[in-house]
C-alpha cells in the first residue's frame, strides 16, 4: 500500500537563471513605442485643431468676436476660398481663350468665353467692369502673363479683395485687384481694377 500513496512533497523543477539585460531591452523598446505613439497622436490632434482656427478666425474676425464667444447662426464656410475662386476663374479664362485659338475646341472665343458666361462671377461684374481701350478688360493688358499668383485675401464680413500678380516676361508684374462678394453660400468676383499706369 506505500506504493499507492501520494506524496505531498514539491516537485522541483530546474528553472534558468533570468537575464536582467533582455528585460531592461525589452522595457526600451516598449517605452520607444509607446512614445512614438504619443508623439503621433498629439501630432494628428495639433494639425485638426489649426485647420479649425484657420478656417474659425477669419468667421470671428469679420463679426468682431474673439475666439471665446459664439456666434449666432455663423454660415458655413464656404467649399472655394475668395483666392480659389479668383485663381479658377483666371485659369478658366485664359484656357478657353487658348484652347480656341489652338483650334482644340471650335466656335467664337468671343462667345465662349464671355466672363459672364463664368460661374465664378457676379452679375455686378458686367456693371463694374470699365471699357479699356487697347486691352481686355479681365486681363488688363493685350496679352496673357506667363504666370498669375494671387495673395491672401482681405476679408470683411461679406467682401473680399484679392490681389491677383499678372507676371509677364518682359514687363514683369502687373498687380490687378479683384473684389469679391459673398454670394448665396460662395465667393463671386463683383469687380476686376487694373493698375493706374
Not at 528553472?15 to 526600451?28: E, G, N, S, T, Y
Amino acid at each position: 500500500m506505500e506504493e499507492n500513496m501520494v506524496q505531498d512533497q514539491p516537485i522541483e523543477i530546474p528553472v534558468k537563471p533570468a537575464k536582467p539585460w533582455l528585460k531592461i531591452i525589452l522595457f526600451l523598446v516598449l517605452g520607444l513605442v509607446l512614445a512614438g505613439g504619443l508623439v503621433w497622436a498629439g501630432m494628428q490632434i495639433g494639425k485638426s485643431s489649426k485647420l479649425k482656427t484657420q478656417i474659425s478666425k477669419p468667421q470671428l474676425k469679420a463679426q468682431n468676436l474673439t475666439p471665446t464667444q459664439t456666434p449666432i447662426n455663423t454660415p458655413t464656410p464656404p467649399p472655394y476660398t475668395p483666392e480659389t475662386i479668383t485663381e479658377n476663374f483666371y485659369k478658366w479664362y485664359m484656357d478657353c481663350w487658348i484652347e480656341h485659338q489652338e483650334g482644340v475646341v471650335q466656335g467664337d472665343a468671343s462667345k465662349d468665353c464671355l466672363y459672364k458666361n463664368s460661374e465664378y462671377v457676379s452679375s455686378e461684374l458686367s456693371q463694374n467692369l470699365p471699357i479699356v481701350h487697347g486691352s481686355d478688360p479681365i486681363m488688363c493688358a493685350q496679352d496673357f502673363p506667363a504666370r498669375i499668383t494671387v495673395d491672401k485675401a482681405v476679408v470683411t464680413g461679406t467682401d473680399a479683395n484679392v490681389i491677383a500678380h499678372h507676371i509677364y516676361e518682359a514687363s514683369g508684374d502687373n498687380p490687378i485687384t479683384v473684389n469679391l462678394k459673398f454670394i448665396e453660400g460662395t465667393w463671386k468676383i463683383s469687380n476686376i481694377t487694373c493698375p493706374k499706369r
